[in-house]
Every structure is written in structure tokens, then in C-alpha cells.
């Protein structure tokens, strides 16, 4: 079993539409959970990142978490072409000693965004 | 932009040979991670730096090994270059804020290895 699961795609929505990007995680101590956006032959960009049980909302993104579930999720309202990207889902464990989360990433999800 | 700069942005070696990729952390940030992401695939940690010592290591060998400096920069090096190791290379910063703790990444180094 991956530690970070994500379907590949590619995720196809229309214009205007929500998207929904999945991803399941199987280390229970996992403390923080993040989606990057990453662009072909780019870097990933954070687009959200969510701690603790529930949904948060930043502009038209929506991350909502459910660590009984070890399920973590991504929506994008009103999705534009320029939406079209791989997004990653990536799960932390910050370390006893200092220094910053460790993070595991899944394999992306494709998204496409059709006129 | 996330003020973490990579160098350079691409590099071709041949199977054998070392590099040296170089990564300058964002400002405030005393911890630097490296990531390692092959095509198609998400970026897998290969370690990270934090005041200057190694503070977790991913599965990866040693001739995968690294340095932080005093002004918290850092580099990746690599020996005995193998075709596998062709990626790109991601150099990710943060301050260390416990489990909120959020890392920026660099534009990466693509290596090509031949």
C-alpha cells in the first residue's frame, strides 16, 4: 500500500464547474496535510494546507480532512482553464527535534479544465 | 514567487560523473529540505537540513548526501551518477513552526544523466 494515495486522472471538468481531487493516507501520526499545484515543468506551488478535522475555504479552494478516514480533499469551484495543472496531495510529520514536516507526496492528479 | 532560488535550472552529466546542486533559502528559514521527483511521479524527500545537520533521510543511498551552511543555504551532491537518477531536483525552505510548519519550493534543477 502507498503511503499516499491520489488517482491519476486525468480529471476532466468543464468551465465553471467543481472539481474534486481525492487522497487517502495510510500513516495515522500524519499532523499536516497540504495541496500543491504543479504546473508542466514547473514546481509545486502550496495551495492549501489543513491540520485538523473539517473543511477550511480560501477563495474558490476548499480542503476538508477527516483523519478517522485518513481521507483528505481538495475542491476547486468555478474551475478555470487556467485550473489545468497536477495537483498534489503531500502529508507531514514534523519532526521531535526541530527542523520542518517531512512530507510524503502522492503521484498527482491530473486536472483538465474544457471550454 | 517564494524567494527560495536552485542552481543551475538544468544540468546534463553522464552515467559516473558528480554534481552539485545548490539551493539559497528563503529569508528567516533555518531548514532546508531536498525532494527528488521523477516523471510522472510525486516528489519523493530524499533529506533534510536543519542548523546545519542532517534532521532525516529518506530511502535513499549514499552517494545521495548533502550540507547546510551557516547562512543556511545548501547543497545536493550526488556521485556515481546513475541513468535512474535523472529527475528533477526540488529544494524546498521553511522555519520550523511544528506541525504548521509550511515548506516553499524552489524552481528546481532538471539533471539529465546520459
Known amino acids: 500500500q502507498k503511503e499516499v494515495e491520489q488517482n491519476s486522472g486525468p480529471l476532466s471538468v468543464p468551465e465553471g464547474a467543481i472539481a474534486s481531487l481525492n487522497c487517502t493516507y495510510s500513516?495515522?501520526?500524519?499532523?499536516?496535510f497540504f495541496w500543491y499545484r504543479q504546473y508542466s515543468g514547473k514546481s509545486p506551488e502550496l495551495i492549501m494546507s489543513?491540520?485538523?478535522?473539517g473543511d477550511k475555504e480560501d477563495g474558490r479552494f476548499t480542503a476538508q480532512l477527516n483523519k478517522a478516514s485518513q481521507y483528505v480533499s481538495l475542491l476547486i469551484r468555478d474551475s478555470q482553464p487556467s485550473d489545468s495543472a497536477t495537483y498534489l496531495c503531500?502529508?507531514?510529520?514534523?519532526?521531535?527535534?526541530?527542523?520542518?514536516?517531512?512530507?510524503?507526496f502522492g503521484t498527482g492528479t491530473q486536472l483538465k479544465v474544457e471550454l | 514567487e517564494t524567494g527560495v532560488t536552485q542552481s543551475p535550472t538544468h544540468l546534463i552529466k553522464t552515467r559516473g560523473q558528480q554534481v552539485t546542486l545548490r539551493c539559497s533559502s528563503q529569508?528567516?528559514?533555518?531548514?532546508v529540505s531536498w525532494y527528488q521527483q521523477a516523471l510522472g511521479q510525486g516528489p519523493q524527500f530524499i533529506f533534510q537540513?536543519?542548523?546545519?545537520?542532517?534532521?532525516g533521510r529518506g530511502n535513499f543511498p549514499p552517494r545521495f548526501s548533502g550540507l547546510q551552511f551557516p547562512n543556511y543555504s545548501s547543497e545536493l551532491n550526488v556521485n556515481a551518477l546513475e541513468l535512474d537518477d535523472s529527475a528533477l531536483y526540488l529544494c524546498?525552505?521553511?522555519?520550523?513552526?511544528?506541525?504548521?510548519?509550511?515548506?516553499?519550493f524552489g524552481a528546481g534543477t532538471r539533471l539529465s544523466v546520459l
Open positions: 500513516d495515522r501520526v500524519s499532523q499536516s
Open positions: 524546498a525552505s521553511s522555519s520550523y513552526r511544528g506541525a504548521k510548519n509550511i515548506q516553499y
Open positions: 537540513y536543519y542548523r546545519e545537520e542532517e534532521n
Open positions: 503531500a502529508v507531514g510529520k514534523a519532526g521531535v527535534t526541530g527542523g520542518g514536516n517531512k512530507l510524503t
Open positions: 489543513i491540520y485538523s478535522n
Open positions: 529569508s528567516g528559514h533555518n531548514t
